[in-house]
DNA sequence: TGTTACATGTAAATCGTTACATGATTGA
DNA sequence: TCAATCATGTAACGATTTACATGTAACA
């Protein structure tokens, strides 16, 4: 059950509604979970019932009203507590790298079309990871941040992020170059 | 429902039974998709049922028997259907980036031993891949296995597989080094 | 004699995705 | 007026994990 640190661990540095929360699970927290809106509706629920996060009512004039939730001193203690336990190998499970598998048995043409959507997919969030990580450190250089900025966690997950699409981009390109070729050779034989 | 698919390519170059199958997701399969025994021997069923692989018994003296599954001409079929369809956006879902990313929060001692741990693991795998890769091109450089290979497609996923650990372990290194410097910083303060 | 490997499952619980549902406001 | 954004859910289904269950044979 670590959705619910993730919710956590996104709360810690500002107060968020559910909807804000869904969109920074769209965002920089998919850096390190992934989460559909309703499961975090339904996680924040049953955080407030276990008293790791307040919510307080929003009047709004405008926009309809909303909750904003914060960690309690009970949810910080909960994050310790997950922390110390030895966290579980993160495994890969990629429908693209299953077609790939299959590769020498599917349509060629077809897998390269896969692999070039993923590859500007991946290139999109390299592209966003980017711009957060200045916005994160302002015009202090990544080392000095690193050194003496105040709050690094989420630049550190924002930097393996970063690199992981950078993996899918480059191995993207990489296999879509070695399937192009085979096909040509083929082709010419 | 891509596990189906990921047995489907995990069976495409050999017969397997069950057992053997549990052992390729440890391994190489591990790259492309994790799964648990449990699952996999579900699956199997449901594959059967549906003519998408074909199983036969095989007696044996010395060991219980067992089933080898192989995939049917419906099984390929299905396959090429499914690489036609776009692919899923991989997402991370990482217990160790969730306490990174309260890492101003909790105990930087503790987070150090778990990054340690982690850097360690993915070791294991960076060595196992290389074994597994050089296994696969037998004395020909990566190069010309991939210009004139028969069966490329795994190793394609165990390059993937290879890169992603990469990345595990130079980020966890980066980041413990990190956190090791503003530790040593703060103590001397 | 005890552990590991071989071999295959069932059942319960948890987690995650997809579909459905509602309603206001802002901006094109 | 139509689409997008804000705001929050319920319900059904599918996927995954964990716990329980069984038995033989090889090896140290």
């Known amino acids: 059950m670590a959705l619910r640190h993730a919710v956590?661990?996104?709360?810690?540095?500002?107060?968020?509604?559910?909807?804000?929360?869904?969109?920074?699970?769209?965002?920089?927290?998919?850096?390190f979970w992934h989460a559909q809106p309703q499961q975090l509706y339904a996680e924040l629920t049953r955080l407030e019932q276990d008293g790791l996060v307040?919510?307080?009512?929003?009047?709004?004039?405008?926009?309809?009203?909303?909750?904003?939730?914060?960690?309690?001193?009970?949810?910080?203690a909960e994050l310790e507590h997950?922390?110390?336990?030895?966290?579980?190998p993160s495994f890969i499970r990629d429908d693209l790298l299953v077609k790939v598998q299959a590769a020498d048995h599917v349509d060629t043409e077809t897998l390269i079309a896969r692999l070039t959507e993923r590859s500007a997919f991946a290139q999109a969030k390299i592209d966003?990871?980017?711009?957060?990580?200045?916005?994160?450190?302002?015009?202090?250089?990544?080392?000095?941040?690193?050194?003496?900025?105040?709050?690094?966690?989420?630049?550190?997950?924002?930097?393996?992020?970063?690199?992981?699409?950078?993996g899918n981009r480059d191995w993207c390109e990489r296999a879509a170059a070695v399937l192009r070729e085979r096909q040509g050779a083929h082709v010419r034989n």
């Open 8 to 31: 956590l661990a996104a709360l810690l540095d500002e107060e968020l509604s559910g909807y804000q929360l869904t969109k920074a699970f769209d965002l920089g927290v998919a850096n």
């Open 54 to 76: 307040t919510g307080r009512e929003v009047v709004q004039d405008n926009r309809p009203n909303k909750r904003l939730f914060r960690v309690t001193d009970a949810g910080l």
């Open 82 to 88: 997950f922390t110390a336990l030895a966290a579980k």
């Open 128 to 166: 966003l990871f980017g711009r957060l990580l200045h916005t994160m450190r302002g015009d202090r250089t990544e080392e000095e941040f690193l050194r003496h900025g105040e709050r690094i966690g989420p630049y550190l997950t924002c930097l393996r992020g970063l690199a992981f699409e950078h």
